[in-house]
């Protein structure tokens, strides 16, 4: 099984479940920068040209959230629990996708990605935009939080490795944590789990 990534925000869901689950994939490093994503022998195995990629028995499975459940599954755990806790992991990674990772997402590009591609400064508007929508959503999260460790259930699932994955960028992003303890605390929480901290393989 071979799991393509780059280090980069989508890819280190997969990766970091991966680490955690001491998943049986090869790590096959992409070069985004050198545009090996764009590649013929890549795109027929993800189209869309953009990391991560999962490939099990030579069938591709894209998309960071399905490449976690796989693995969970693949694991026989809980990350992925076999029961209706499904739709409620659901409903937070259709969310997150929508809201509070779009938005942390949006920050971690503008203020990381890119400088790191050379494509000037951040963009003041769309960091503001940002910024507003990241509050809004993170609102929301901090209230559900409050009352509990983990998103769904009382065990980690796929969805805080998803929700979460902006958050060790959150000084660098300028995603503003200060004003929401609960999140920051289940972040911390996250960071004891093995995978969190160290989801990319050394490249040597
Ligand atoms: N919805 C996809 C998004 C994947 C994605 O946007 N990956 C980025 C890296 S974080 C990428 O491959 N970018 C390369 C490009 O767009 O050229 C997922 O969650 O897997």
């Not at 990391?51 to 992925?80: Q, Y």
């Not at 992991?89 to 203020?111: K, N, P, V």
């Not at 609960?182 to 050394?202: K, N, Q, V, Y």
Request: one cysteine or more; proline letters at 8%; charged letters at 25%.
């Amino acid at each position: 099984m071979k799991l393509y990534y780059s280090e980069t925000l989508m890819p280190r869901k997969a990766c970091a479940v991966a680490r955690h689950l001491r998943s049986p994939v090869d790590f096959v490093h992409v070069d985004l920068a050198a545009g090996e994503h764009r590649m013929p022998a890549y795109l027929a195995l993800n189209p869309n040209a953009k990391v991560p990629l999962l490939v099990e028995d030579g069938e591709p499975l894209w998309e960071s959230n399905a490449i976690m459940c796989r693995l969970a599954m693949l694991a026989g755990s809980d990350l992925w629990p076999a029961d209706r806790r499904q739709a409620d992991i659901l409903r937070w990674l259709s969310w997150d996708g929508e809201h509070f990772t779009r938005h942390a997402g949006t920050l971690y590009f503008e203020h990381l990605i890119r400088p790191r591609l050379g494509m000037g400064p951040p963009d003041g508007e769309t960091v503001l935009g940002a910024t507003r929508g990241f509050r809004q959503s993170a609102a929301i999260l901090e209230r559900h939080l409050g009352r509990r460790d983990w998103l769904v259930g009382d065990r980690p699932t796929v969805a805080d490795f998803a929700l979460a994955v902006a958050l060790p960028y959150a000084p660098d992003a300028r995603i503003p944590l200060a004003d929401f303890p609960a999140i920051d605390r289940w972040h911390d929480r996250l960071g004891t789990l093995d995978g969190w901290w160290e989801p990319f393989p050394g490249r040597g």
